[in-house]
């Protein structure tokens, strides 16, 4: 199993940022997966879900209505687009696979695969 995250970078309070998670090594459209995130001195914070094929999304409370979570099948591929960023969303962020096929959760102790990450920085 192989998560590679990119689209990282710098980005100014209120500005925009994509990020994408290529997967391989597994049978993509069977699993959960989730976003994660690890600010300087914190755990890892899960920050959004998706289900196997899009039809629900879920997100903490501080994304909510400025994230959104996608993902694309046939390009084995999971999106997480950042609006009206703020500096608190500055991290590194990861992609998880859920352990379980089928199965959804947000408890990261249930993930058994994370990218290597990509870093968000929110400045002026």
């Known amino acids: 199993v192989q998560l590679v995250e990119s689209g990282g970078g710098l980005a100014q309070p209120g500005g925009s940022l994509r990020l994408s998670c290529v997967a391989s090594g597994f049978t993509f459209s069977n699993y959960v997966m989730s976003w994660a995130r690890q600010a300087p001195g914190k755990g890892l914070e899960w920050v959004s879900g998706?289900?196997?094929?899009?039809?629900?999304?879920y997100y903490a409370e501080s994304v909510k209505t400025r994230f959104t979570i996608s993902r694309d099948n046939a390009k084995n591929t999971l999106y997480l687009q950042m609006n009206n960023l703020k500096p608190e969303d500055t991290a590194l962020y990861y992609c998880?696979?859920?352990?379980?096929?089928?199965?959804?959760?947000?408890?990261?102790?249930?993930?058994?695969?994370w990218g290597q990450g990509t870093q968000v920085t929110v400045s002026s």
């Open positions: 998706i289900t196997l094929r899009s039809s629900n999304t």
């Open positions: 998880g696979k859920v352990r379980r096929s089928h199965y959804y959760t947000a408890d990261l102790n249930q993930y058994d695969y």
